[in-house]
């Protein structure tokens, strides 16, 4: 990690700070009636401006047995309406295993549909892993292709008679990651299937659509748990396609322009980890905030 | 970078989006009549938002009973332009009701929704 990058970054930031200007802007994840928040266990239906940072995660003990601390940013940029590019990247603190930044991880992205009336929203992209761009021996050695599939789906179409399930939404995500090489450093890489899902309450959308909310602070509340797994398939040591998992219980405070988000991260089993961790993550939505700068696509303005 | 400097940096960043001028999408905040609510007369529709609005890009419709209920034109509040009203044409009959709303905020961003309310005999 170059020990110029705080410095470059502080720049990119106070340009960014300066950039505001007229011109139409871009929403974030918005199908119908409903807002899909940002979901740290897999990502939400949308393509937008926005930066995570930081998502910080507490696991006691990980799959290797290792406490664990990790810090990380992922920034994506829309590049025409719908389609973004998105880079993520952070350091990790494990203890045994010692200090570095994991590989950087790209990923374009593209929101292929929205049906307003039933809150459904889709989005398709491909994430890369890039080897060799970590640090500290947290660095793999081939690069791995995910192609991903988001989905979102609010309930807001249901009858008026059911009200009180109206501000559900559930969304998921399904990938695969593809190592570049069979194998590598002496070892198998293997291939995996991931999946995850989240099940949604918006509060913000029942004040909005069911019932009015007094209190100020639960208005902008959504309680949810998050679902994710991963299941070694093909190219795998033998007795290793175990599937992990985790279920994150939690909440996401959405405001404006930010959002804050905590959850509970519990594994679903011995190869997944032990005891239960935390993350929390701080999500800036750059269409807001910067709506006619960094928050509208570079290309296809109105 | 040690976790100090990312740490650090990650509160720099974070100040300076929370200082920045942010405009963002207009949400429904308060509604009167209320979201879900009864009333027993309602002579206006009055959105109040999270945002301040576009009056000419925003509106109001209501429907009840009979049907599509006339309202005048979708206005904004002259001291606060999150608040956009419509002033109903004839009074309601006991019944409910459903508000549909669509809002562009100042930087040009769409919501829409929708809600009931039941006005009591």
Same mark, same amino acid.
């Given at each position: 990690?170059?020990?110029?990058l705080?410095?470059?970054?502080?720049?990119?930031?106070?340009?960014?700070a300066a950039?505001?200007?007229?011109?139409?802007?871009?929403?974030?994840?918005?199908?119908?009636?409903?807002?899909?928040?940002?979901?740290?266990g897999?990502?939400?239906?949308?393509?937008g401006?926005?930066? $995570? %940072?930081p998502?910080l995660t507490? %696991?006691?003990?990980?799959?290797?047995?290792?406490?664990?601390?990790?810090?990380?940013?992922?920034?994506?940029?829309?590049i025409?309406?719908?389609?973004?590019?998105?880079?993520t990247?952070?350091?990790?603190?494990q203890?045994p295993?010692? !200090?570095?930044?994991?590989?950087?991880?790209?990923?374009?992205?593209?929101?292929?549909?929205?049906?307003?009336e039933h809150?459904?929203?889709?989005?398709a992209g491909?994430?890369?892993?890039?080897a060799?761009?970590?640090t500290?021996?947290?660095?793999?050695?081939?690069?791995t !292709?995910?192609?991903?599939?988001d989905?979102?789906?609010g309930?807001?179409?249901?009858p008026?008679?059911?009200?009180?399930?109206r501000?559900?939404?559930?969304?998921?995500? #399904?990938?695969?990651?593809?190592?570049?090489q069979?194998?590598?450093?002496?070892?198998q890489?293997?291939?995996?299937?991931?999946?995850?899902?989240t099940?949604?309450?918006?509060?913000?959308?029942?004040n909005?659509?069911?019932?009015?909310?007094?209190?100020?602070?639960?208005?902008?509340?959504?309680?949810?748990?998050?679902?994710?797994?991963?299941?070694?398939? $093909?190219?795998f040591?033998?007795?290793?396609?175990?599937?992990?998992?985790?279920?994150?219980?939690?909440? #996401? !405070?959405?405001?404006?322009s930010?959002q804050?988000a905590?959850?509970?991260?519990?594994?679903i089993?011995?190869?997944?980890?032990h005891?239960a961790?935390?993350?929390?993550?701080?999500?800036?939505?750059?269409?807001?905030?910067?709506?006619?700068?960094?928050?509208?696509?570079?290309?296809?303005?109105? | 970078?040690?976790?100090?400097?990312?740490?650090?940096?990650?509160?720099a960043?974070?100040f300076a989006?929370?200082?920045?001028?942010?405009?963002?999408?207009?949400?429904?905040?308060?509604?009167?009549p209320p979201?879900?609510?009864?009333?027993s007369?309602?002579?206006e529709?009055?959105?109040?938002?999270?945002e301040?609005?576009?009056?000419?890009?925003?509106?109001?419709?209501?429907?009840?009973?009979?049907?599509?209920?006339?309202?005048?034109?979708a206005?904004?509040?002259?001291?606060?332009?999150?608040?956009?009203?419509?002033?109903?044409?004839k009074p309601?009959?006991?019944?409910?009701?459903? =508000?549909?709303?669509?809002? =562009?905020?100042?930087?040009?961003?769409?919501?829409q929704?929708?809600?009931?309310f039941?006005?009591?005999?």
């Open positions: 990690m170059s020990p110029y705080p410095r470059v970054l502080s720049g990119a930031i106070a340009a960014m950039s505001l200007c007229l011109s139409p802007a871009y929403s974030h994840a918005v199908c119908g009636n409903r807002v899909f928040p940002a979901t740290l897999i990502d939400d239906p949308g393509v401006d926005e930066l $995570a %940072l998502t507490y %696991l006691p003990s990980n799959s290797n047995g290792s406490q664990e601390f990790d810090a990380s940013i992922s920034y994506t940029k829309t025409f309406p719908g389609f973004g590019l998105s880079i990247d952070g350091p990790s603190w203890n295993g010692g !200090y570095g930044w994991g590989d950087i991880s790209t990923e374009a992205k593209y929101n292929f549909m929205c049906i307003p809150e459904f929203m889709a989005s491909l994430s890369i892993e890039w060799n761009t970590g500290g021996g947290m660095s793999g050695s081939t690069n !292709y995910s192609p991903v599939l989905v979102g789906k309930f807001g179409d249901l008026k008679s059911l009200n009180i399930l501000p559900f939404a559930i969304t998921a995500e #399904i990938s695969e990651d593809l190592p570049g069979a194998w590598s450093g002496g070892g890489n293997s291939t995996n299937f991931n999946w995850g899902f099940v949604q309450y918006s509060l913000p959308y029942y909005a659509n069911v019932g009015e909310i007094d209190n100020p602070f639960f208005k902008h509340l959504i309680p949810l748990t998050e679902f994710t797994f991963s299941k070694p398939i $093909a190219n040591a033998p007795g290793t396609n175990v599937t992990t998992g985790t279920i994150q219980p939690g909440a #996401i !405070y959405m405001a404006s930010w804050f905590l959850e509970a991260v519990i594994p089993n011995s190869a997944s980890g005891g961790g935390v993350v929390g993550e701080l999500h800036f939505f750059f269409d807001d905030i910067f709506p006619d700068s960094l928050g509208k696509p570079i290309f296809g303005g109105k | 970078m040690s976790m100090r400097s990312f740490l650090r940096l990650g509160a960043l974070t989006f929370a200082a920045s001028a942010a405009f963002a999408h207009a949400l429904l905040d308060k509604a009167t979201v879900g609510g009864a009333v007369s309602a002579n529709i009055r959105l109040k938002f999270t301040g609005l576009e009056a000419k890009f925003s509106g109001i419709a209501l429907s009840g009973p009979g049907g599509a209920v006339p309202l005048g034109a206005s904004v509040d002259p001291g606060d332009n999150s608040v956009l009203i419509a002033k109903i044409g309601l009959a006991p019944g409910t009701y459903t =508000v549909k709303w669509h809002a =562009v905020s100042v930087d040009t961003h769409h919501t929704g929708d809600f009931d039941t006005v009591k005999p």
